[in-house]
Structures are given as structure tokens and as C-alpha cells.
């Protein structure tokens, strides 16, 4: 590429400064980088997000000098602008992923109703539970004690029910049942 009159002298009054087209690759690099190593695994950012993750670096690099833009420092303050910007929706994504285990574990309490009356309860604690909710039809009661663990479990702490997961509930939901005869 030939230089303009203005690029050449500007090179001899100062020779390290870099031109446009050195400082361009230099950002291509640097998104580059971002692309291959600084994109989260552990979540996946949409569009939107990944545009404006490209933004906020493109808009620091271009307000670097070039001293700091070619050196190695600038490696470390391009992790810093990312970080900054993945760290709000990292958190918010680890509680949309907590909101839907949470609501895995509540849908799966209600299925341990079956289990707790034909292999946990004795025929005693059964009968208390028809006596409990006047119900003499198994199916029914059944139906009922669905119902009574579905309310139950929407009212239980998150941070309770976030120590367990969708097979250790059945030890809470039949502790519950239990605590109902």
C-alpha cells in the first residue's frame, strides 16, 4: 500500500506511531481473541449481547494508544472490559437456571404421593389420611394429597428446596405426608 505525502512525514516526525490500518488489525486480533477465548462455555450470550460485548471492546481499544494498543498489557485489559460486561448476565443466568430447577423439583414433589401411599405408608396412616381429609375413595385421596402436596411445596423456602433435587424431594414430600397422618 503507498503512502500519502501527510503518512510519510507524519512517520518521520513520529515514528512510532502506528496508521489506521495497523491499529484495525490490531482490533480484528483483539476480537478475535474475545471470539476464541473469552466467550463464556458455562452460558451462551445472544445476539444482542454478543454485539454489545463487541462494542464495549471495539470502543475501548479505539480510545487506546498505541503504546498500550501494541503492547501485551492490552491483552489483559481486554479480559477486564469483558468480565465487566459478562458478569451481569452470567448472574442472570445462573438464576434463570435456579428458577427452573426449583420449578423441576416443586412439579416432581407431587408425583411421590403414588409412592408414599402403595410403598411407604402402613394401612393405619392411610386410613388417618382418609379420616384426616373424609375421603374413602383411594383414587380420591390420592387426588387430594396431590393437590395438598402441590400447595404445600409452592409455599416451601427456595432455600430450603434448593438443597435437594427432583429425587431427594421424595425424602421431604414423604417427611410431609408423614407429618400429616
Known sequence: ???SRRQFFRRLVRPTQKTPEERLDRYQLMDNYVRTQLLPYDFSLNLDQESELFAAVR??????NDEELFSAILRFKVEEVVDRKMRPWREENHLKEQAGRLN???????GYVNAFLNAQATPAAVEQLKTRFGITDPAALEGELMRQVREWVMAVDDAVLVKYDVVSIRDLVFAELRSWC
Not at 423441576?104 to 407431587?110: K, S, V
Request: aromatic share 0%.
Open 104 to 110: 423441576e423439583i416443586r412439579q416432581a414433589a407431587e
Open 1 to 3: 500500500m503507498s503512502l
Open 59 to 64: 470502543s475501548d481499544l479505539e480510545a487506546t
